[in-house]
């Protein structure tokens, strides 16, 4: 029931295409059986005035079911009436404005609703202004200028203002109407469209998050299935069961395994970086850590370092054929910190090969979204080296965009 009352309250209706369209139902359905109630009350009254009592009830009747099947038929489909409906409501309209002078005296086509016609073509001229035909809609409006002249005739000629005040107020509220129906179909398009475009960008962004979570458990996994029965597999086993945490922490829609803060939510980067380069044991990496002892990340942020050091060691491990790795992190004196993994690999020319999905999505997007730096020098056979870099006061992070600095 709930559901049912909820389809009839505008304020619950969707801001979108098919809601609009249906809001469009309500002003229609108003306007219409609005003019149909102005009409009843001086049904009798026409009745006795009227030179052709009969004719004058039957296009009375027209008006009234052809207003309250319109209200009917639109609040049913739930949208405007079509071309063909539009066109037959306008051509109504234009009847019983020609129509009017046999069935009226002159002295009452102003000022009354005896004289409905002005008025139920008014109604018209409103509702089916939404007409999606510019040519019908110009072509009908016109109809109904040239018809209302007619309705005028000789009763017209002492009262000129009326009647031209009575012609302008129909262009001018149909081209109003129009106006307004096309802006709100405009507005509820574009609302469509940015939600389109929002659920397109959570997609891309899912499907990114995905790419970060999972290079670095796929990496693991490839390099714990291609190392030979002889080799330790410790280092990998520790990182394997890590990356297995964070996999099911995202399937179920959880926080990754949260790190050890202190009361303000700062996590030690240091021995982060020294429990991961032990992971990497066979790498024989030289950790020099003292300098930037003391340097303390939020818990997202020294996530992200830790991830990305990892995925880097990974490359050193699986492209750099690397005799020796440096893990260097350093503090100045105001508080800019840097954290570099330098290798003695092959490297290779960073302008002429595209990046990698850890390298691209979990060491630079993800470290730039973030206000941290990241800089990229190599050249072939010199080895690579990769500086993540930030403060302690971190900056406005939507500006991360364009911080990749020195990537050759």
């Not at 009254?45 to 009969?54: E, K, Q």
């Not at 069961?241 to 959880?254: C, K, N, S, T």
């Not at 980067?269 to 939020?298: N, Q, S, Y």
Request: net charge negative.
């Amino acid at each position: 029931m709930a559901g049912r009352n909820a389809r009839w309250r505008v304020t619950d209706l969707p801001t979108t295409k098919v809601g609009v369209e249906r809001v469009f139902t309500y002003f229609i359905a108003g306007v219409r059986l609005g003019t149909v109630a102005q009409m009843v009350p001086a049904v009798r009254v026409g009745l006795a005035s009227s030179p052709n009592d009969a004719a004058y009830l039957a296009c009375w009747l027209a008006a009234a079911c052809v207003s309250v099947a319109v209200s009917v038929a639109t609040l049913i489909r739930q949208r405007p009436l079509g071309a063909v409906a539009s066109a037959a409501d306008f051509a109504l309209a234009c009847a019983l404005l020609v129509l009017a002078p046999q069935v009226l005296v002159a002295g009452e086509r102003f000022g009354t609703w005896v004289a409905y016609q002005p008025g139920y073509a008014l109604s018209v001229i409103l509702t089916a202004s939404g007409v999606r035909s510019l040519v019908l809609w110009a072509g009908s409006l016109l109809g109904v200028v040239i018809c209302y002249l007619v309705y005028l005739g000789d009763a017209g000629a002492g009262m000129a203002t009326t009647a031209i005040g009575n012609e302008l107020t129909y262009v001018v509220y149909a081209v109003v109407a129009r106006m307004l129906f096309n802006y709100i179909r405009r507005i509820a398009h574009d609302a469509d469209s940015s939600r389109a475009l929002v659920a397109e960008l959570a997609r891309v962004e899912e499907e990114r998050r995905a790419r970060v979570l999972m290079h670095n458990g796929v990496a693991v996994m490839q390099l714990l299935a291609s190392s030979s029965p002889g080799e330790p597999r410790s280092g990998l086993a520790d990182l394997a069961e890590v990356e297995v945490q964070r996999m099911r922490a995202y399937l179920r829609g959880r926080p990754s395994p949260a790190y050890e803060a202190d009361g303000g939510g700062q996590v030690t980067l240091a021995p982060l970086v020294e429990r991961m380069c032990d992971r990497f044991a066979d790498l024989h990496a030289d950790t020099l850590l003292d300098l930037g002892a003391t340097v303390r990340l939020p818990t997202e942020d020294a996530e992200a370092v830790e991830n990305a050091l990892e995925s880097l060691l990974l490359n050193v491990r699986a492209h750099a054929r690397a005799h020796n790795v440096v893990v260097h992190l350093d503090e100045d004196p105001h508080g800019r910190w840097a954290l570099t993994v330098s290798d003695d690999g092959v490297g290779y020319e960073p302008a002429s090969v595209a990046p990698g999905v850890g390298l691209r999505d979990v060491v630079i997007g993800e470290l730039q979204s973030r206000g941290l730096d990241v800089a990229i020098a190599s050249a072939p056979g010199e080895g690579t080296t990769v500086t993540i870099s930030g403060s302690r006061s971190q900056p406005d992070r939507g500006d991360g965009g364009d911080r990749l600095a020195g990537a050759r």
